[in-house]
């Protein structure tokens, strides 16, 4: 069955520090993955998403994710944070008729 | 409009109430979804659209929800009876197709509280 992982629920962060948010992923064949962020009261906006070809996909924001097949992974990062990026942020593969979601990472910018 | 609309945003009701919850996706988007997001929750899948195809209703957590979509375009959620665990976020979203590999577009969704 399909699901996803994300083992880190807060992540706190200085501004100007570079991120990474983990995301394990569990899908039968071959996955179709997606990063989405939530800021607070607004619904949610994909940064990226993984289909096929080159493992490293670049998406909005300065972010980027890459996939590794052997680690069942797709890892968000960003080299440099900035305060806006504070919010929620969601990794999700995609089923026969839904997206599976993770429970979510919130991240904290700090000055 | 270019996205996804939800309405109301928020809606405040009473326990034992019914309300629904109205999404407009996308003009041409064949498929749309409902999600539920409780607090500290991520998204629970509640039922999926796919053009005339009968609904995929697995993610239903009781018979007292249920939804339509009329013309293939407008879809309500209804939850009849509410009760104060129905209290969420009710998210929205449509996609070109079926097709694994088409991406979903959210709305901004509807904050139900039931008091």
């Known amino acids: 069955a399909q699901s996803v992982t994300q083992p880190d629920i807060h992540i706190t962060v200085s501004e100007g520090a570079s991120l990474e948010l983990r995301c394990n992923y569990s899908y039968g064949a071959t996955p179709y993955l997606f990063w989405y962020v939530q800021s607070p009261g607004q619904g949610l906006q994909l940064l990226l998403k993984y289909f096929s070809g080159d493992t490293l996909v670049q998406g909005i924001k300065g972010f980027e994710a890459e996939f590794k097949r052997s680690q069942s992974s797709f890892n968000l990062r960003k080299p440099s944070v900035h305060w806006s990026d504070a919010a929620e942020y969601f990794c999700?593969?995609?089923?026969?008729?839904?997206?599976?979601f993770g429970t979510g990472t919130r991240l904290t910018v700090i000055p | 409009g270019a996205g996804v609309s939800q309405s109301p945003s928020n809606k405040v009701t009473e326990k034992g109430k019914d309300v629904e919850l109205r999404c407009d996706p996308i003009s041409g988007h064949t498929a749309l979804y409902w999600y539920r997001q409780s607090l500290g929750q991520g998204l629970e899948f509640l039922i999926y659209f796919q053009g005339n195809s009968a609904p995929d209703k697995s993610g239903l957590p009781s018979d007292r929800f249920s939804a339509e979509r009329t013309g293939g375009s407008v879809s309500t959620l209804t939850i009849q009876r509410t009760q104060q665990e129905d209290s969420a976020v009710y998210l929205c979203?449509?996609?070109?197709?079926?097709?694994?590999?088409?991406?979903?577009?959210f709305g901004q969704g509807t904050r139900l509280t039931v008091v």
């Open positions: 999700a593969v995609r089923g026969a008729n839904n997206l599976f």
């Open positions: 979203a449509s996609s070109r197709g079926p097709t694994v590999n088409t991406e979903a577009f």
